[in-house]
């Protein structure tokens, strides 16, 4: 074996126009961040919080960011599985009716979202733009929004794994 100084061309790994990757003997991974980012819109984009209309209403009105990847693999063209670590970034809507339909905006942020990680892992928050008290009711009410969005999150590693 030659020594690292003299750099024998025969020791040294290059990258080949003709080399190639057989039937997917290694590792082949497939990038799901755009379908992803679509079945989440779908998912979630809409989803009200349950409270009574006379205390006012709120929503999921957009997917603002989705940050991370998910990826399907396959292993030596067989041992297929999909792998995601993803942060979710939805804003929401809402008014409150005692404080004068008072319009609050703000944002849910899903981190820890991944494929090693169980439900009671995710990271979960919620802000609500400005103070007052509009804002603090409607952001404890878009907090009860936390089981069906987890709930949602499943249905779409359960879409993501038929995709395999």
Known sequence: MAKWEDKDP????QDRQDGSN?????????NQLGWSKQKLEELLVGLLVDMSAV???AKVTALKDLKGEALLTTRK???????YD?????????????????????????????????P??????????????AQDKL???VNTLREPVFDKLQRYVTALNSLI
């Open 120 to 133: 009671d892992e995710y990271e979960w928050s919620v802000t609500a733009e400005g103070t007052g008290t």
């Open 10 to 13: 025969k020791w040294i790994v």
């Open 55 to 57: 205390q006012g209403n």
């Open 86 to 118: 993803l942060t979710v970034t939805l804003t929401w809507q809402g008014s409150w009716v005692e404080d004068d339909k008072k319009q609050v905006t703000g944002e849910i942020i899903i981190g820890e979202f991944a494929s090693a990680n169980d």
């Open 22 to 30: 057989v039937n997917g003997w290694h590792w082949e991974e497939k």
């Open 139 to 141: 952001k404890d009410h």
């Open 77 to 83: 063209g067989r041992k297929r599985f999909a792998m």
